[in-house]
Structures are given as structure tokens and as C-alpha cells.
């Protein structure tokens, strides 16, 4: 994997709320291929990373690259090229789920054929029918609105797909397709950052973990290198933060 191109790089990312310094000095890097899990318990900072890498929220100090550009100086271009999952899905409820997808699809300048094969594809694999779609979207269930943010963040074929708690609300079976539809990814040498407090989930499908403890990046695991620790990552975390 060290060889590979970095698509993703954290350094010394550093993010304060007030008097709080949550990040001291985060260090990241993920490759192409790789699937990369961000695991640690709640409130250590795994989702403000994520936010400072989407560009959601600024941050004190560091330098965030994703395919080799900083978000700051390249906002529109550097979108464009990953797809984010939110912890919970934040959608135009008043819109139906296919006039939602075709506004994602718009603004990512989408070509129509390829829209509707993409469309078609990803629905199947998540789960979600034509009468799914038009519905509006604040009849949906949980896990419905996860399926369709998990559709519309793969319309424009990103390199980097960036999953922050994409499980909860998910049925057994679309789980399944999750997995099967992220190893799909990084087989096509594309790159994963994905935070999960589902440890079988994150153990099964990750390359590698980045444990954060305060406030930088306290422990990796190279699960490809380590097989045997894909199942303790329980054990692990309950080494690192006691209890």
C-alpha cells in the first residue's frame, strides 16, 4: 500500500472548541485501494476529523490533502471529488428521493446516461425501488434516508468516499451490500476514511485502523499485516482507554 498514490493526507491537523482542544495533532494518510477505519470511543474527536477533512469545519492548524489539493484553496475541485456520508442523513425533505438524486447529480455535473445507469445500479444494490423514489423523502424511515445519502454520495463515481456511521438504520441484507459495494470500491483502486462504532463491521472490511486517543493518532493496526487482531479490536480499545 506504501507505494500507491495518497489520496487522502491529515498532518498535524489541529482543531480547538474554545479553551478544548479536541485534535492535538492529527497524522493520516490513506492510499489508493485502501480502506482505512478512524475508530476510538465517543467524543475523541472521529467526526471532527471527518468534518475538517469535508471542509465542514475550519481548524486551527495543519494541512489537509486529498488527491494531493488543499480543500481551502480548492473548495468546488476537491468536492467534486469525494463522497461523504453524515452520521445522520441530512436531506431536502420535501423533495421526492429521485428529485433529490437528480439535484445531486446536477450539481455534480452528472451526464444523463450516466446518471440513470448510476441511478439504477446503486438502487438495486441499496435497496430502494422505483415507488421508493417517489416518495417524498420525509416519509422515509432512518434507514431509508441512509440508503439514499449512501446512493446520492457514489452518483459522480468519487475517488475518495468519506463514511461517518453509514450502518445505523441499515437492514441485515443492505448491510451486507455495503460491505460488498465497498470492497468494490477499493478493488477499483479508489480510497475509503470510514469511522463505525460497529468493530466486526470495521475489522471486516479495513485495511488498516487509526485508534485516536488524546487527540492524535495513538495506535495502527495494519489488518492485512495482522489478521488475527480483525476480531479484538474490542479488546484493543478496552487496552487503550481502560474499562
Request: charged share 25%.
Amino acid at each position: 500500500m506504501g507505494e500507491s498514490r495518497a489520496v487522502l493526507e491529515i498532518k498535524n491537523l489541529v482543531k480547538s472548541y474554545g479553551d478544548k482542544e479536541v485534535l492535538k495533532g492529527i497524522n493520516l494518510v490513506a492510499y489508493e485501494g485502501q480502506i482505512v477505519g478512524l475508530i476510538g470511543k465517543n467524543g475523541i474527536g472521529k467526526s471532527t476529523t471527518i468534518d475538517c477533512v469535508t471542509g465542514s469545519k475550519n481548524y486551527n492548524s495543519g494541512e489537509i490533502l486529498i488527491n494531493g489539493k488543499r480543500i481551502e484553496e480548492n473548495p468546488i475541485e476537491t468536492k467534486m471529488t469525494f463522497g461523504y456520508i453524515s452520521s445522520e442523513p441530512c436531506l431536502y425533505e420535501t423533495m421526492t428521493g429521485f428529485e433529490y438524486l437528480s439535484f445531486i447529480g446536477s450539481v455534480y455535473k452528472v451526464e444523463k446516461t450516466a446518471f440513470r445507469r448510476e441511478v439504477d445500479e446503486l438502487c438495486k444494490t441499496f435497496d430502494l425501488t422505483e415507488r421508493d423514489l417517489s416518495a417524498k423523502i420525509k416519509g422515509y424511515s432512518h434507514g431509508m434516508k441512509q440508503k439514499l445519502s449512501l446512493i446520492a454520495s457514489l452518483l459522480h463515481s468519487p475517488s475518495l468516499w468519506i463514511l461517518d456511521e453509514p450502518t445505523v438504520g441499515l437492514d441485515v441484507m443492505v448491510f451486507h451490500n455495503l460491505i460488498k459495494r465497498m470492497q468494490e470500491f477499493a478493488s477499483e483502486g479508489k480510497t475509503i476514511l470510514i469511522t463505525s462504532h460497529n468493530l466486526d463491521f470495521i475489522g471486516k472490511v479495513c485495511n488498516r485502523v487509526d485508534i485516536i486517543k488524546d487527540g492524535v493518532i495513538f495506535k495502527s493496526i495494519d489488518l492485512d499485516e495482522e489478521e488475527a487482531m480483525r476480531t479484538k479490536l474490542d479488546d484493543v480499545l478496552t487496552e487503550i482507554y481502560g474499562g
